[in-house]
């Protein structure tokens, strides 16, 4: 160990943002940091931010990349509010970031980006470096990454313009020794990734240890975040759309069934593909359609086949299949459709988190379409909602919605490995006998209709969009026919609350406030209400997942609390939705900025609400 280090000290938590140009490798270093402390133990939660456009002008403030994550020795929801570390590679990083580091952070920036190139492309007048007022806020460490990479691959047989492209990882060592991180998994990892160009391998291994070596050589104080107790088993970091993924193929197994997934792609639901695409040898079958409404079709075609079949996109594909939608909906088949909510309206914000989608899930058909709605809560809650939905559309012989968004299905976690055998099945039963046979005939407890495939001799029966005549599903125009189909389908969508748990609530009391959240602000939500009942404020926590129908006792825990603050990214729709139904006044913290809200944003409005 280095002269140069002066103190060690153990910290129960750490907030670290990487940012830079989008072909700096701020993603890439901020998973690299996330595993290695996850291999120590730590408990994660990362929050990738990118730009929309595949490359933006080099330089500017809108092409700017960033990867913050959240690193902590006990239970933690959010990647963090402020970061106590932030790493910035050229002006531009250091012009959007800076305003979130927190008061006497450590500054780590690339002082060779600061010229007069830079400077002009982030729109600076005066270079910031030199401001005294900056090293004055912040612990400022300007570190001419560029040069030192370049130095230290001099030997590499590699073009100047590859050998710039490894600062990345020199970054990456020197933040591995200020928080007293291991270089091993990083290392392994760059030999895997460029097995076939042993020379960037190389290279980038250099920086790396190059970049650890002037952190020991030029820091005084190296910090630790000691493991996290955890619940025994095996972990792994996993994000929304992977989770999604697997509890996909999850529940086709659970039920015996092949899982046909069918989509177009569409940030930021297209990873649901790519990972699917992965797992064939789990009798998977990726569809990659020429359109939306093509994937929609598709989608309908294998549930009519008897696959357990599902559909993902995002807000905009929403619209574009719609109409299929309903016509799954007149069909009454179980199929899953996937929104992975984004900021809009039109292409809006694509790779910004937004959860304005939830009337359009509800209500954003023609006619009378009711269709049961669920929200993921975070990643490894994605993994849960998939199955559960595979079980409510079998069971209830109907298309779901699931909601994530953008912030749920790109934030990673641990996430503890379930045993497969530990899951209750998904029973599925298709009709062989011909006798007695109606298509539109119903289980008096559910109001399911038969789920009878193709193929089967005296099981034939009539499909389309046309209105079913009750139980023989022969079209109808009869007045009292479609009234009663109509409300026979919003009732079988309402049963479903009897199938499903009840709401809970945080604290058994009856509390002064409710904070009642859904969708990916559980996290910010749960942390501020726990620090609000610390400072002995009334207020308790119940979070929904189930938004079409509302559990069966909502009301209930409504009328129990005082007041109702809903916070939630959009401008207030699940507000407007608990006003509807329960004739309950509630308080909207409404965010529309492409952000997730932070613990401060909810914890302020909570104190003003009960002050």
């Known amino acids: 160990m280095s002269t140069a280090l ?65 690193v902590s020795s ?43 190139s830079g400077l002009r492309k982030a729109g600076c007048g005066d270079n910031p470096l030199d401001d005294p007022d900056l090293a004055a806020r912040y612990q400022l460490h300007a570190v001419p990454v560029t040069s030192l990479t370049m130095a230290a691959l001099e030997e590499i047989d590699l073009d100047p313009r590859n050998k710039r492209r490894c600062k990345n990882f020199f970054a990456l060592g020197l933040l591995y020794w200020l928080y007293d991180l291991p270089l091993e998994p990083s290392q392994k990892w760059l030999d895997r990734k460029f097995a076939r160009v042993p020379q960037v391998g190389a290279a980038n291994r250099l920086a790396l240890n190059a970049g650890y070596r002037y952190g020991e050589d030029s820091l005084a104080v190296q910090y630790r975040v000691p493991p996290a107790a955890s619940e025994p088993g095996e972990y792994r970091i996993i994000n929304g759309n992977e989770a999604f993924a697997l509890g996909c193929v999850t529940a086709a197994r659970l039920a015996g069934k092949p899982l046909v997934y069918s989509s177009y792609p569409i940030t930021p639901a297209s990873d649901v593909l790519h990972h699917l695409a992965r797992l064939k040898h789990f009798d998977v079958r990726p569809i990659q359609a020429e359109d939306e409404i093509a994937a929609m079709g598709s989608a309908i075609g294998a ?14 594909g929403v619209c574009l299949k719609s109409e299929a939608i309903n016509l799954a909906i007149m069909l009454e088949l179980p199929l899953v459709i996937l929104n992975v909510q984004r900021g809009g309206p039109s292409t809006g914000l694509p790779t910004k988190p937004e ?34 939905a595979f079980r409510i559309a079998v069971r209830h012989t109907t298309p779901v919605m699931v909601l994530s968004d953008s912030y749920v ?19 599925v039963e298709h009709p062989t006998a011909a006798v007695g046979f109606q298509p539109y005939s119903r289980d008096e407890a559910t109001l399911a209709r038969p789920w009878a495939v193709p193929g089967m001799p005296g099981l034939e029966h009539r499909l ?12 109808s125009y009869d007045p009292e026919n479609h009234e009663h189909m109509c409300r026979l389908r919003a009732d079988k969508v309402q049963r ?6 009840e709401q809970a609530v945080d604290v058994a009391q009856v509390s002064d406030l409710l904070v ?34 509302f559990p069966r006792n909502l009301g209930a825990v409504l009328a129990r609390h005082r007041k109702v603050l809903i916070p939630e990214l959009n401008g207030g729709q699940l507000a407007l939705l608990i006003r509807a139904q329960y004739l309950k006044e509630v308080i909207s913290l409404s965010k529309i900025q492409g952000q997730p809200f932070t613990i401060a944003e909810v914890e302020s409005r909570i104190e003003e609400v009960l002050s």
């Open 6 to 70: 002066t103190e060690q000290r153990t910290l129960e938590s750490i907030t670290v943002l990487f940012s830079g140009d989008s072909g700096d490798g701020m993603q890439l270093i901020g998973t690299q940091f996330t595993t290695a402390s996850a291999i120590l133990g730590n408990n994660v939660c990362t929050l990738p931010d990118y730009p929309s456009e595949i490359r933006a002008p080099a330089g500017s403030l809108g092409g700017v990349s960033a990867f913050q994550v959240n």
């Open 74 to 116: 006990r239970e933690i929801k959010t990647p963090g509010d402020r970061p106590d570390t932030l790493v910035a590679m050229n002006p531009a990083a250091l012009k959007v970031y800076l305003p979130r580091l927190a008061p006497g952070g450590a500054l780590i920036v690339n002082s060779d980006a600061f010229n007069k």
């Open 303 to 316: 549930a009519f086949g008897g696959a357990f079949s599902v559909t993902g996109t995002s807000g905009p």
């Open 355 to 388: 959860q304005a989608d939830l009337l359009q899930a509800i209500a954003g058909r023609n006619g009378e379409s009711p269709i049961p709605v669920l929200a993921a809560s975070g990643p490894a809650d994605c993994f849960d909602v998939a199955v559960e």
């Open 409 to 427: 299905a790109n934030t990673a976690e641990p996430w503890r490995i379930p045993v497969f055998r530990e899951f209750d099945p998904i029973p």
């Open 464 to 475: 389309g969009g046309l209105e079913k005549q009750h139980e023989t599903g022969n079209i």
């Open 496 to 501: 479903i609350a009897r199938f499903v748990d």
């Open 516 to 549: 009642l959240s859904w969708g990916g602000t559980r996290g910010a939500v749960s942390a501020a209400v726990s620090q609000c009942r610390a400072k002995g404020l009334s207020v308790a926590h119940a979070h929904l997942r189930y938004l079409n129908p």
